[in-house]
């Protein structure tokens, strides 16, 4: 047992009053968690002390809130752990050292409706109905059932694993600059779809959402959803293969986020260090046709970096002609090599998850083989039924 | 007053699957829900759902296998349902989108699950309620036009019109404290089971048998209160569910001193052995002094292939790290066996009919009944898809034939001032909410549990009348509108207490040992006097016991041996 | 703490390109603390985790190959990029987790003589950040200091590659990651400023894509610390260093406010306190203006 201050941002809506805190003394186990922590302040000191919780094991999806500043289910952020996290913030800013109040706060980018209480439903759910979030199968379903890959099951297993608890939502920092990203759920959740053979309108889906200026390429890529989710989801890396696919289908975007991936990495493959200003040009004017006809957007952007790039000469950032000149950044010594690592690599584009391999074990694939045939062969349980 | 031809309490697996029963007939559905939909506990559900889906498989194999594992409790016209219409169920839900575990041939996939003859049963990872309530509920924003939603809506009781059927329910908007009555032609009850009444528990803070407790106070019969089923795995302490699917997947059980020990009581099924059977064994152990200081035994997944506990058992890989500091792939996780289910509830038929016209239960609240005495893994599922849909489609074509009855304003005021009552209690007049609570299920979990017997039944039935006054003057913190969480529990804890009454009152009854319910005092299964239904009706002088008979088709009552 | 630090140095794309007072200052730094840094001038882009997010087994060979050449000097290698650590940190994580994957990498690899092994000899990668904190030690730094930043006001922007996600950077084993520059600004005699934006997001992945959520990220952070009282920001990413000083004048238009805070990369902030000028650590180069900070450290000498 331990004793800990919890200091809890509290909101009562009715007393037209605003947010305030409160500090609350619990004494737990330091492996129980904040959950359990408020729980307690809860049951022994203030019955008013609203948080949404049921399960307590981090399956429901409920105790979303922010424990020292970082997003994420309550039930499963061990209190021990908390404390740690709170001295060590403290130290770094130069205050106090043991016995830091754990801070709790509730979920970011929503609205509070009363202390931990947010309102899920005008963010988190209205963004996750904008990604029709429901099977569109083509015609009328088979007799029995749709026969698909195995690996297509698992592979979207990581987005089925959401239980919709929004920490994603509340970490994410293009919805804070933001706030009509469609954001990290909502995009993992179409995921579910796109990766889904049974749904018939990937293409539709990607379309949409490459387009829309607050979709998959108003992603920051600043790795918080991944972080904050509970469950393995990593929502960022859903929008990576969103924009991958979207790039596999031929949708070409208005945002450039497109153009800006090929840029990229036509760059590497012709001179394998990047070329800031080519990257910039062929962002907004890819290719030949790209110079030829120009979009307005294009025309806009290129003029407005002409001020940045001004400054830039002037203080002498970029005098050299290969940093002015888009295309004459030299090339490796053995470019020849990067070439070949593309060639080979554009052979296979082999994508390897990690959430669904996991690492090496020590068991062969042999006694996998096995393992498996034994659960599910019903000759083998009808043996041990008889045996 | 909001209208609805059908209305459905509880947005569980059951729930959402009878409200979109009843939206395909074509009538006006709603929905409530106290918490969020998906936040429900049939996320919890892990292993797999049950069907005799493979062409070697047959619904008479699975009929039996849940027939046997109800230790003959179980009605058999309702068990032959569910297990003819599993196949199509398990279709349906695949054509919704469910990401089923699939073969080499890209075909459904099937584990092994306990108490069963074959591998039966479908599972997406270790996460089948979740992925299988979630697709749901993308059906409901699908439909949202056809069916209203009432998130976090809570409600307090029901309403019967003058001929005594079900018209309606009182409901509070917990966002902001207003009190509506809802009038609907139909209402099924499908709130889920009872098992915050025991602490520990594998169950979520919201199970806490509002439904039962609404159907009892409205006079419905309530059967098989004493069938109460405890989950072998779940962990010390904080109860949390260790699935079945892992004993599936080739887990052992061992005592302390490493010994394989369902060897003695099930030679042939070992560790899939019947839930009940295995939470006997693993209590014998403990209580014998073969288990270890906490107060557990062991399950080694070390023997699992790491590959197949990566793909598979995720959730407790999960679980073991993050709740209980344990790598379960290096080592045994300690265990013992947690209240997890409820087998009794409300009485009902095999349509979802109670015996009040108009109300209708489904689901872990409902008692048809398909488990009995007890309960097999991954049957739940299946029961609360099979009776949802079943509820739904019945509760629809009433609507469809009856006129609609207006609930009287009565019940709606009676709900305020009872809760203007509870709102109003002096600080420390009386005990804290979260005391009674506690106090509840620590008797019910010491005296009501595995291992029962007269003269623990009766002091535990005591403690709880005596729980029951004393809740009469518990007092609340929170007095205002907005999410008042305080009096949701106050309300909460009526209903607990009226499910522990019954509990204990059908345990005392039962003077034999059948399914979950072992008594020390009548050990042995007594089918000639006690191959019977207990059922239990509300009166002034609190539960009303009588009998009805347990249905038999096709299997005869035998020895029950794994 | 090792003795001598000698490590195969990845310097980045950026850093030889639009923010090259970052090459000059860490190669001065590397000088003053006696590092000796072997160039890996045949090495290629990270690939930013834009180009993973093309063709992942195209990312990973790509860093394959840069561990590849560290390896054959038989050194642990450094970059000064949080960016180049987030993307290398992702691809060798993926490398290491399988040998058969790896083997498919090092397939057209073994074509060219190289071949990325699996720990070899210890081999890591490491930020300057966190080479200078857990390999030379800030008692060593302190040591070194010749001027102590006395009386400047530093606030610390991480970027995001190098503090997420967590279970990828080596969190488990240096759990105070997330902390070194506060504890360098400290060690090197400066002032912490604690503001909100400290981990966030500058903005810089979708400065081409979505250019106002892009600069309002920017323009935010820099003007709460500028609202927390900081003379200057210390970053050890040049990406970051673009969004927050390159395009500064075009964030403060975003956010409608004036800013003009000095954004040091982490190597100058060294190099001043190891007694270097500003201009030999080229921060007459940055956009916005460095004056401020040199007029705070006048009058503190050398």
């Given at each position: 047992?331990?004793?800990?201050t ?8 009715e ?9 609350f ?5 330091p ?5 359990d922590?408020l729980?307690q302040?809860?049951?022994r000191?203030?019955g008013?002390?609203?948080?949404r919780?049921?399960c307590?094991a981090a ?10 500043g970082?997003?994420g ?6 209190i ?8 060590k ?7 106090g050292?043991n ?9 970011g980018n929503?609205?509070v ?9 005008s ?8 990604v029709?979030?429901?099977?569109l ?6 007799e ?9 099951m698992?592979?979207?297993?990581q ?9 994603c939502v509340?970490?994410?920092?293009s919805m ?10 909502a995009?993992a959740?179409a995921?579910?779809?796109v ?11 990607l379309?949409d959402l ?5 979709g998959i390429y ?6 918080s959803?991944i972080?904050?989710c509970?469950?393995g989801?990593a929502?960022?890396?859903?929008i ?12 070409d975007?208005p945002?450039s ?39 307005k ?10 001020p ?11 005098r ?10 030299p ?12 060639a080979?690599a ?8 990690l ?10 694939e042999?006694n ?7 659960s599910?062969?019903p000759?083998?349980a009808?043996?041990?039924k008889?045996? | ?17 009878a409200?979109?029963?009843?939206a ?27 069907a005799?889906?493979n062409?070697g ?23 032959e349902?569910m297990t003819r219409?599993?196949?199509?169920e398990?279709?349906?839900l695949?054509?919704l989108?469910?990401t ?8 459904l ?6 108490g ?12 089948t ?24 809506w ?5 309403a019967?019109?003058e001929s ?25 009850l499908c ?7 025991w ?9 806490t ?11 419905a ?5 004493e ?6 795995t ?10 079945e ?7 052992h059980l061992l005592?302390?001193?490493g010994?394989?020990?369902?060897e ?9 052995a019947?839930?009940d059977?295995?939470?006997r ?12 200081p906490?107060?557990?035994v062991?399950?080694?997944?070390t ?24 790598d ?10 947690g209240?997890?289910y ?12 109670t015996d ?19 309960r097999?893994g991954?049957n ?30 009565k019940?709606?005021?009676d ?10 209690r002096e600080k ?5 909410i ?8 620590q ?7 595995v ?5 623990g ?5 005591e ?10 003057t518990?007092?609340?913190d929170?007095?205002g ?8 529990a106050?309300?909460?804890l ?6 522990a ?6 345990a005392?009854e039962?003077?034999?040992?059948r ?8 050990p042995e299964r007594?089918?000639?006097e ?14 009303q ?6 249905t038999?088709?096709q299997?005869?009552?035998q020895?029950?041996?794994? | 703490?090792?003795?001598n630090?000698?490590?195969?140095y ?10 090259p ?17 072997v ?24 860093n ?10 038989g050194?642990?290698?450094m970059?000064i990029c ?17 040998s ?23 081999f890591?990668?490491?930020n ?12 060593r730094?302190?040591?070194?200091v010749?001027?102590?930043l006395?009386?400047l ?10 503090v997420r996600?967590?279970?990828r950077?080596?969190y ?9 520059l506060?504890?360098v600004?400290?060690a090197l005699?400066?002032e ?12 810089f ?15 935010t ?13 210390v970053?050890?990413?040049?990406l970051c ?44 180069k ?12 006048t009058?503190?000498?050398?």
């Amino acid at each position: 047992m331990a004793d800990y201050t919890i200091k809890v941002r509290r909101f009562q809506p009715e007393s037209g009053e605003g947010p305030y805190w409160e500090e609350f003394n619990v004494d737990l186990d330091p492996s129980l968690s904040v959950l359990d922590g408020l729980l307690q302040a809860k049951d022994r000191d203030d019955g008013s002390l609203a948080v949404r919780c049921s399960c307590r094991a981090a399956i429901c999806g409920s105790c979303g809130m922010k424990i020292n500043g970082q997003s994420g289910l309550g039930c499963k952020t061990q209190i021990g752990e908390a404390q740690e996290l709170a001295d060590k913030q403290a130290s770094a800013a130069g205050e106090g050292g043991n016995g830091t109040p754990i801070v709790i706060e509730p979920m970011g980018n929503m609205p509070v409706i009363k202390d931990l209480i947010t309102d899920m439903e005008s963010t988190h759910w209205t963004k996750i109905r904008r990604v029709t979030p429901w099977l569109l199968p083509h015609g009328e379903p088979p007799e029995r059932e749709y026969v698909v890959e195995p690996e297509s099951m698992i592979d979207i297993t990581q987005s089925m694993a959401c239980i919709q608890c929004g920490a994603c939502v509340s970490s994410c920092l293009s919805m804070e600059a933001d706030p009509g990203f469609i954001g990290p759920a909502a995009l993992a959740k179409a995921y579910r779809f796109v990766g889904d053979p049974r749904d018939a309108e990937t293409k539709e889906r990607l379309h949409d959402l490459a387009h829309d200026p607050h979709g998959i390429y108003d992603c920051t890529h600043c790795f918080s959803c991944i972080d904050a989710c509970p469950k393995g989801v990593a929502p960022m890396d859903q929008i990576m293969r969103l924009r991958r696919k979207a790039g596999e289908e031929g949708i070409d975007d208005p945002n450039s986020g497109h153009d800006h991936e090929i840029a990229f990495v036509k760059i590497i493959e012709k001179k394998g260090t990047l070329d800031e200003s080519l990257l910039l040009q062929e962002s907004f004017a890819p290719g030949f046709k790209g110079k030829l006809k120009p979009s307005k957007r294009a025309i806009r952007e290129m003029l407005g970096s002409i001020p940045t790039a001004i400054r830039g000469i002037k203080t002498g950032k970029m005098r050299s002609l290969h940093k002015l000149i888009p295309g004459v950044h030299p090339k490796l010594p053995d470019q020849d090599d990067v070439k070949a690592i593309y060639a080979h690599a554009e052979e296979h584009s082999e994508e390897f998850n990690l959430y669904i391999k996991g690492e090496e074990g020590e068991l062969a694939e042999e006694n996998v083989e096995k393992g498996i045939e034994r659960s599910t062969d019903p000759d083998t349980a009808q043996e041990v039924k008889n045996g | 007053m909001p209208s609805h031809d059908v209305l459905v309490i509880g947005a569980g697996l059951a729930g959402q699957r009878a409200a979109l029963a009843a939206a395909e007939e074509g009538v006006s559905v709603g929905i409530i829900s106290k918490v969020h939909p998906v936040r429900s506990h049939s996320n919890a559900a892990q292993g797999g759902i049950n069907a005799a889906l493979n062409p070697g498989d047959s619904w008479e194999s699975h009929a039996f296998d849940t027939i046997k594992g109800s230790d003959y409790l179980g009605d058999q016209d309702a068990v032959e349902i569910m297990t003819r219409e599993a196949p199509e169920e398990i279709l349906h839900l695949e054509h919704l989108g469910v990401t089923f575990h699939r073969n080499e041939e890209g075909k459904l996939g099937t584990r092994a699950f306990g108490g069963a003859s074959a591998a039966r049963t479908y599972y997406v990872a270790d996460i089948t309620g979740q992925a299988i309530m979630h697709v749901l509920y993308e059906q409901l924003m699908k439909y949202s036009e056809q069916i209203a939603r009432y998130e976090e809506w809570f409600c307090s009781s029901l309403a019967l019109d003058e001929s005594g059927e079900c018209c309606g329910v009182v409901t509070r908007n917990v966002a902001d404290g207003t009190m509506e009555l809802f009038q609907a032609k139909s209402v099924i009850l499908c709130t889920g089971g009872n098992g915050q009444v025991w602490q520990p528990t594998t169950n979520a803070l919201i199970c806490t048998g509002d439904g039962i407790a609404m159907a009892y106070r409205a006079g419905a019969k309530l059967m098989d209160m004493e069938m109460i089923q405890y989950h072998p795995t779940t962990l010390a302490g904080k109860g949390f569910l260790i699935t079945e699917g892992a004993r599936g997947e080739g887990a052992h059980l061992l005592n302390a001193k490493g010994e394989r020990f369902m060897e003695k009581y099930a030679p042939n099924k070992m560790e899939l052995a019947s839930r009940d059977v295995v939470s006997r064994a693993e209590q014998t152990e403990i209580n014998e002094g073969r288990g270890f200081p906490d107060g557990t035994v062991a399950l080694d997944i070390t023997v699992v292939p790491k590959k197949r506990v990566h793909e598979a058992l995720r959730e407790i890989v999960l679980v073991g790290r993050d709740f209980a500091g344990v790598d379960i792939t290096r080592e045994p996780i300690h265990i013992k066996p947690g209240n997890h289910y409820t087998m009794g509830g409300v009485k009902t038929d095999v349509d979802g009919r109670t015996d009040i016209p108009g109300l209708y239960s489904a689901g872990e609240t409902a008692c048809v009944s398909v488990h009995g005495g007890n309960r097999l893994g991954a049957n739940s599922l299946l029961d609360t898809l099979i009776f949802g849909k079943r509820s739904g489609r019945d509760a629809a074509a009433r609507a469809k034939r009856i006129d609609a009855s207006r609930p009287s304003k009565k019940v709606l005021e009676d709900e305020e001032q009872l809760i203007a009552d509870i709102v109003s209690r002096e600080k420390g007049s009386g005990r804290r909410i979260s005391e009674i609570k506690r106090e509840l299920g620590q008797t019910m979990d010491s005296k009501v549990a595995v291992f029962r017997d007269e003269a623990g039944i009766t002091e535990a039935l005591e403690t709880v009348r005596r729980l029951k006054e004393e809740a009469k003057t518990a007092y609340i913190d929170d007095h205002g509108s907005v999410f008042n969480q305080d009096l949701i529990a106050a309300i909460e804890l009526g209903y607990m207490l009226d499910n522990a009454e019954c509990t204990c009152v059908a345990a005392l009854e039962r003077k034999e040992s059948r399914g979950a319910q072992y008594r020390t005092d009548y050990p042995e299964r007594n089918d000639e006097e006690w191959l019977k239904h207990i059922d239990l009706e509300q009166t002034d002088d609190g539960p009303q016991l009588s009998y009805s008979e347990v249905t038999i088709t096709q299997w005869e009552p035998q020895e029950r041996t794994y | 703490m090792a003795e001598n630090i000698k490590v195969a140095y990845w310097p980045g794309c950026v850093s030889r390109g639009f923010t090259p007072e970052l090459h000059g200052s860490m190669a001065l730094v590397a000088e003053k603390l006696g590092w000796e840094l072997v160039e890996l001038d045949r090495a290629n882009c990270c690939g930013a985790g834009v180009i993973a997010e093309h063709n992942q087994e195209l990312a990973d060979t790509l860093n394959a190959r840069t561990f590849a050449l560290a390896q054959q000097t038989g050194l642990s290698m450094m970059n000064i990029c949080s960016t180049c650590q987030g993307a290398q940190s992702e691809c060798q994580q993926r490398l290491d987790a399988d040998s058969a994957y790896r083997a498919h990498i090092n397939e057209v690899l073994s074509g060219q003589g190289l071949s990325y092994e699996k720990d070899k000899g210890g081999f890591t990668n490491k930020n300057f950040l966190w080479l200078l904190v857990e390999d030379y030690g800030l008692d060593r730094l302190r040591e070194q200091v010749v001027r102590p930043l006395s009386g400047l006001r530093v606030g610390p922007f991480y970027g995001c590659y190098i503090v997420r996600p967590k279970e990828r950077l080596g969190y488990g084993d240096y759990p105070d990651r997330d902390i070194y520059l506060e504890k360098v600004i400290e060690a090197l005699g400066g002032e912490v400023v604690e503001y909100d934006g400290a981990r966030k997001c500058c903005g810089f992945p979708v400065i081409t894509m979505a250019r106002e959520t892009s600069l309002r990220q920017a323009g935010t952070h820099v003007g709460d610390a500028i609202d927390a009282g900081a003379d200057c920001l210390v970053t050890p990413c040049p990406l970051c260093h673009l969004n927050l000083d390159m395009q500064q004048p075009e964030a403060a238009k975003v956010v409608n406010r004036d800013l003009g805070l000095a954004v040091l990369h982490l190597p100058q902030l060294v190099g001043l306190a190891l007694g270097a000028e500003p201009k030999e650590l080229g921060m007459a180069k940055h956009i916005a203006s460095t004056k401020w900070v040199e007029e705070r450290l006048t009058g503190v000498a050398a």
